[in-house]
């Protein structure tokens, strides 16, 4: 479900088709969103044909081929962004329910589909808490100290984007300890473990490792070009991580592991799984955001589709 930040309607007057290497894609305009700013939403529709046969378990739940749908994924992703420069406009990309169908080209493929238990499902959901910060002597003078760090968190929180976001981040983290981002795992894992809320070494290489795709596009750190999609579900951690390297990092522009206690965690996720630590008598701020299938793009609560087309095959299960 593509998302124009524009109350128009887009300017193509009709659906569309193309094709595009192995993928096809189509245009459904569906008119306004539900929500309070009224974007205009175009759904697109990517089909591509499986190589073989998909694995279905012992349970007879099907696993939808990943080879394929990241390359439809792709080019979703690369129609929008057409989309979105000849309507200069903003755009966001979400899921519908079903985010998925099957086209079964014969009546065998349909009884195939038929006997299954259905789509294995994987929905997940992206916690992110928050509390007030007191604006006290304490505060400004950390940030005072840290003028340059604190640029680079207001960039990241100007900003609706999660690649623009992740960027920011990535730039703290490494102006914090004025190190490489080669160089910037072990302290940065060090640092945030004496936070105590779960930061794992494992979990700090992921974010690492999209750096390179994100920063640059000269094919020379990497071939990889990073999208939004790839960092979306990593943001609420690495939001919190990067008030705690703000805010509790006792030598600023130092690898120094050392911590201060300038900004104590009131409320927090503890894990990738939303666990929570909240401190009795607060009134933190909860957001969650509710994942696809495959947890790549944001679910769209407002697009359940109910009666598929014909010819489109869906049902899904939970393993």
Known sequence: ML???????PSFKKDWEIVLGEVTVKSIKIGKSQDAIKKSRVMLQASIEIQGVPIKNKDGIIYAPDHERKKAEHVIEMV??????????KRSISSPHPCLAFIPSNKEELEWLDDSSGIYSNKSSVSGAYS???????????LLDHTDGAALMAEALSSNHSGNKYRE?????????????????????????GSKLGYTKEEIKVWLSYRHGAMHADGKKTDEIVL???VKSYIPRMEQAAYDVLFNKKIWGNSSRERADNLPHIVATLNEKNGLVITKGSTPTFQVQMFDDFQVYPMDLNAVIN?????????????
Do not use: M, Y
């Open 80 to 89: 929008s962004n057409f989309i979105s420069i000849i309507e200069k406009c």
């Open 307 to 319: 009666n598929l087309p014909d010819g489109l095959w869906s049902k899904w299960t939970a393993q």
């Open 169 to 193: 981040f990535i730039r703290l983290f490494e102006c914090a300890f004025k190190l490489s981002s080669s160089q910037v795992e072990n302290k940065l894992s060090q640092f945030l473990a």
């Open 132 to 142: 007030e910060i007191e604006f006290g002597e304490t505060i400004l003078s950390v």
């Open 228 to 230: 939004e999609s790839d």
């Open 3 to 9: 998302h124009l930040d524009k109350k128009d309607a």
